[in-house]
């Protein structure tokens, strides 16, 4: 937290993700205000009663008439805060406009932040892991649900309403809707579930994951139920060689790029470099995409603390495609990886 305030008086936070993570508490109606010496919480009266119950360490402030933002901006000319971070990437026009001090009453500057924000979020505390693994580990008993459940004559939104609801169950929400993809949809990484009926000898690729108290999970796993097609094997075989690559030489310190390029490079020399479509991974928390990337474009150092997603695929149009993806955390000579489900090719029969 101190490297916030390096250079900066106060942080204005409206976005509903670093809402979470500097407070714990799940509302979206907020603003808080950072500073050296104190930390405020700015809401309205529907909460005020529970946000002080929670947020032990704020001083919550009623907003007036005019609206969260601009009883935060008040609050700051009140203070006399000078210096004030800001939300850059993610913060709305509207409330820029509302939070701008100009013309001859002009009181502070604000400056861009959320770099500085994105740095802390990058490198997971402990108490943050422990809920990732807790996602995961749901995440992980999911699929093994699925794959006693899912049979020809199954629809993809069927499939995905299953996943659903045993997540729920196991006490935690969706970390994003899941993809779930039967035969040729397979080779559309992004596909959306819909009416396609799974059919004997279909190629199967479910990527979701588990949100554990605010903190989210991602997996991703390609089967077969029935026989595989021609060339799935070998396809199959290519995306989890590029994984299992990526995952022995992957470690803090190298630069998003650099791990991108492990598993590239094996997908290349196995021939289907040009179906690999997608970057190799993602940090995830609080969000499910997260910075910095395993990208081809991230300079990016990944730091101690990280985690990340290790997701080779190759997709061949209008035929078929792979996935597989795992969730690890960055050490400084290794990963650790926090996915347990099977990565060796699932024939059901």
């Known amino acids: 937290m101190e490297k916030l305030f390096e250079n900066l008086d106060a942080v204005v936070i409206v976005t509903s993700s670093n809402l979470y993570y500097f407070?714990?508490?799940?509302?979206?109606?907020?603003?808080?205000?950072?500073?050296?010496?104190?930390?405020?919480?700015?809401?309205?009266k529907r909460v005020s009663e529970?946000?002080?119950?929670?947020?032990?360490?704020f001083e919550i402030v009623e907003m007036d008439k005019l609206g969260y933002t601009k009883t935060t901006k008040n609050l700051i000319i009140k203070l006399g805060l000078k210096k004030i971070g800001y939300e850059d990437w993610s913060i709305s026009h509207r409330q820029y406009k509302i939070l701008e001090c100009e013309g001859i009453f002009k009181k502070y500057k604000l400056f861009p932040a959320e770099h500085l924000?994105?740095?802390?979020?990058?490198?997971?505390?402990?108490?943050?892991?422990?809920?990732?693994?807790?996602?995961?580990?749901?995440?992980?008993?999911?699929?093994?649900?699925?794959?006693?459940?899912i049979k020809p004559g199954m629809?993809?939104?069927?499939?995905?309403?299953?996943?659903?609801?045993k997540t729920y169950s196991y006490g935690c929400e969706l970390a994003f809707p899941p993809i779930v993809a039967f035969g040729k949809n397979t080779s559309k990484p992004h596909a959306h579930p819909g009416d396609n009926v799974l059919?004997?000898?279909?190629?199967?690729?479910?990527?979701?994951?588990a949100k554990y108290k605010g903190y989210c999970s991602d997996m991703t796993r390609s089967f077969v139920v029935g026989e595989a097609p021609e060339g799935y094997v070998e396809l199959y075989n290519a995306v989890l060689e590029a994984?299992?690559?990526?995952?022995?030489?992957?470690?803090?310190?190298?630069?998003?790029?650099?791990?991108?390029?492990?598993?590239?490079?094996?997908?290349?020399?196995?021939?289907?470099?040009?179906?690999?479509?997608?970057?190799?991974?993602?940090?995830?928390?609080?969000?499910?995409?997260?910075?910095?990337g395993l990208t081809p474009k991230c300079n990016e150092i990944i730091p101690v603390g990280s985690v990340l997603s290790v997701e080779p695929g190759?997709?061949?149009?209008?035929?078929?495609?792979?996935?597989?993806?795992?969730?690890?955390?960055?050490?400084?000579?290794?990963?650790?990886?926090?996915?347990?489900?099977?990565?060796?090719?699932?024939?059901?029969?």
């Open 199 to 209: 059919q004997e000898n279909d190629v199967v690729t479910l990527d979701f994951g």
């Open 155 to 165: 629809t993809e939104l069927e499939v995905a309403s299953f996943m659903n609801s």
């Open 314 to 349: 190759a997709y061949i149009e209008g035929k078929y495609g792979v996935r597989i993806e795992d969730i690890v955390v960055f050490q400084k000579s290794k990963v650790d990886n926090l996915t347990n489900s099977n990565k060796n090719l699932i024939i059901l029969k």
């Open 117 to 149: 924000i994105s740095e802390m979020r990058s490198v997971k505390r402990e108490d943050e892991l422990e809920l990732i693994k807790k996602a995961q580990k749901v995440t992980d008993q999911v699929f093994i649900d699925t794959l006693g459940y």
């Open 50 to 57: 529970e946000a002080r119950e929670f947020l032990k360490d």
């Open 23 to 44: 407070t714990r508490y799940s509302n979206d109606d907020a603003v808080v205000l950072l500073t050296k010496e104190k930390k405020y919480y700015v809401c309205d």
């Open 243 to 292: 994984q299992e690559k990526a995952l022995s030489e992957l470690k803090a310190g190298i630069k998003g790029k650099e791990g991108d390029a492990i598993a590239r490079n094996v997908l290349k020399e196995r021939g289907y470099g040009e179906y690999f479509t997608h970057s190799l991974g993602h940090s995830l928390g609080i969000d499910v995409h997260e910075g910095p």
